[in-house]
């Protein structure tokens, strides 16, 4: 059984930085593309970033691009957001998701989530 | 880049039917998408991948209740006899080749 277990979230400052992490366990990690999806307080789902099973490519919205970075360890199966500069509006639960397949494919797989405050 | 337009609310009786639509953006009609269920206060669930000829997989132990079809630049998904616990928002999500996106949700209540 799939099973993905975020950490890391919490309250930071506006300008702030924290590091998420995703625990896979379960499935052959690097055979899968992985992604982080994020959703306000009482809002939708928006999806902040995603990352090739070999990590070698990664993709970002624009609304994080620049600020937020992931990445991947395969040894560890473990899967990365480092977020920077963050703002009010980073406020959300963070899901770590699991794609379908190696790259460019939907999302099959949840985790719970972890909530990532950002005020002062 | 794709975009997918979702109503935002539908209900229904319980024991009875629901059909749900997601329109694909004009020059994506014949992108696949997902579905997902998001019950109250719980992480989204994945229910199926929706090709567009109308061939679905659904997820893990995902109830036979649930199946999609496709016409044009629509995706359906149809809970069939209609339980409680069916009640929860309802997410498509479609993808090209370096970004997702997703609907808005359409939220089903059960009568």
């Known amino acids: 059984e799939v099973q993905l277990l975020e950490s890391g979230g919490g309250f930071v400052q506006p300008g702030g930085s924290l590091r998420l992490s995703c625990a896979a366990s379960g499935l052959t990690f690097s055979s899968y593309a992985m992604n982080w999806v994020r959703q306000a307080p009482g809002k939708g789902l928006e999806w902040v970033s995603s990352i090739t099973g070999s990590g070698i490519s990664t993709y970002f919205a624009d609304s994080v691009k620049g600020r937020f970075t992931i990445s991947r360890d395969n040894s560890k199966n473990t899967l990365y957001l480092q977020m920077n500069s963050l703002r009010a509006e980073d406020t959300a639960v963070y899901y770590c998701a699991k794609g379908s397949a190696y790259s460019g494919s939907c999302i099959d797989y949840w985790g719970q989530g972890t909530l990532v405050t950002v005020s002062s | 880049q794709p975009v997918v337009t979702q109503s935002s609310s539908a209900s229904a009786s319980l024991g009875s039917s629901v059909k749900l639509t997601c329109t694909l953006s004009?020059?994506?009609?014949?992108?696949?998408i997902a579905w997902h269920q998001q019950q109250p206060g719980k992480a989204p669930r994945f229910l199926m991948k929706?090709?567009?000829?109308?061939?679905?997989n659904k997820g893990s132990g995902v109830p036979d209740r649930f199946s999609g079809s496709s016409s044009g630049a629509d995706r359906y998904l149809t809970i069939s006899n209609l339980q409680s616990e069916d009640e929860a928002d309802y997410y498509c999500?479609?993808?090209?080749?370096?970004?997702?996106?997703f609907g808005g949700g359409t939220k089903v209540t059960v009568l």
């Open positions: 004009s020059g994506h009609r014949t992108y696949s």
């Open positions: 929706l090709e567009d000829s109308g061939t679905y």
């Open positions: 999500e479609t993808w090209d080749s370096n970004s997702w996106v």
